[in-house]
């Protein structure tokens, strides 16, 4: 929600990595897949971003008047009226309909009409995101690991629209290829039905260094988030041959008994992409206050909370950049 909590995978491996296999892994209940189910009308995830996509976007007033802004907001005026009829299932036809072209022709990725950011529509869901971290995710989270007082969660989910197309956006593999702690566990939520072609495909356990490599499509409804262990367990998509566009949020949460603040893989690494030794100094990629944000249960009421530091606040402002920021809590009761 800030200029300090996005995090791009930078020189990310382009073939076959080493990773540390040390570190404390989550408990084995964890690390094995599973579903949690939740109400849509309590966590109605795809109606904030259904309406970040209607209600939000380019607005007429802001925009000077002239030839290319005109077209911006006819092709904004298009898209919604398309997406207004179809559904998000369907987005892509709506950004058809907006004259952009909704295959970058790189990624397989869905690319938005102009004034749609991802930003923009994370704003719209971190209510109830954050409804779903104390509510859900922490406790059970918790509850796995002796009852830890706190989780640490990925301040930003990942959102990712995926169009049909012929094009794998997301190959083959492990977290841990990327640098995340070995203590992380990994939560996938679709927006809508998934399964074959249009879904994430998942290892059923880590497999040691021939991998497990028993790959199966996560099949989840709407109301269903699936919890896997990415962190050592390979996992991909396919191209998405279906007619639907596949619109997702996934997030990591660590507990908060084994979270390591100051991972020494993930501080960021030389120009040659070496992984620096344990006792180097260097900036630290998934730490808490950016990547992660902590939320810890109240032992007086039992409530989970959201610890809050300025670089999550609406202003997106934090004004001591490099320093320890000063936190607040939201309440958030738990079921």
């Known amino acids: 929600w800030g200029p300090h909590s996005a995090f791009s995978h930078r020189r990310a ?19 094995r897949k599973g579903v949690v189910k939740y109400d849509t009308t309590t966590f109605p995830f795809a109606k904030a971003v259904l309406d970040a996509l209607l ?18 907001r006819e092709s904004g005026r298009a898209f919604k009226a398309r997406l207004a009829e179809l559904g998000l299932s369907k987005i ?38 954050h409804r779903f971290i104390c509510e859900e995710v922490a406790p059970l989270v918790s509850a796995e690991s002796g009852g830890c007082e706190s989780v640490m969660y990925q301040t930003i989910p ?25 203590s992380q566990v990994n939560f996938w939520l679709p927006l809508s039905r998934v399964g074959g072609a249009n879904a994430l495909w998942v290892e059923s356990s880590e497999g040691g ?12 409804e709407y109301g269903e988030c699936a919890r896997f262990y990415g962190n050592r367990c ?10 639907d566009t596949r619109i997702t949020l996934d997030f990591r949460a660590v507990p908060g008994n084994l979270f390591n603040n100051d991972w020494w893989a993930s501080r960021e690494r030389s120009e040659d992409g070496e992984v ?16 992660y944000s902590e939320c810890r249960v109240d032992r007086s009421t039992g409530e989970w909370r959201i610890i809050e530091g300025r670089a999550e606040q609406e202003d997106g402002v934090d004004e001591e950049e490099g320093g320890s920021a000063a936190r607040r809590t939201v309440a958030m009761a738990a079921p």
Do not use: W
Request: proline share 9%.
């Open 276 to 291: 620096p030794a344990q006792s180097s100094p260097g900036e630290q990629s998934f730490c808490l206050g950016g990547y």
């Open 92 to 129: 892509h036809v709506a950004v058809e309909a907006s004259g952009t072209r909704h295959d970058s022709g790189k990624t397989g990725n869905l690319k938005l009409p102009r004034g749609n950011s991802g930003l923009n529509i994370m704003r719209r869901v971190k209510a109830v995101y």
């Open 158 to 182: 990942a959102f990712r629209m995926v169009p049909p197309s012929p094009k794998q956006a997301t190959h083959a593999h492990m977290d841990a290829m990327y640098f995340h702690q070995p």
């Open 13 to 31: 491996p382009a073939g076959p990595v080493l990773f540390s296999t040390e570190g404390s892994p989550p408990a084995e209940s964890l690390r």
């Open 209 to 220: 260094a021939d991998f497990a490599a028993d790959f199966a499509a996560l099949e989840l």
């Open 55 to 72: 209600f939000g976007g380019a607005k007429d007033g802001a925009l000077p008047g002239n030839e290319a802004n005109d077209k911006v």
């Open 234 to 243: 390979l996992h991909f998509t396919v191209p998405n041959t279906t007619e």
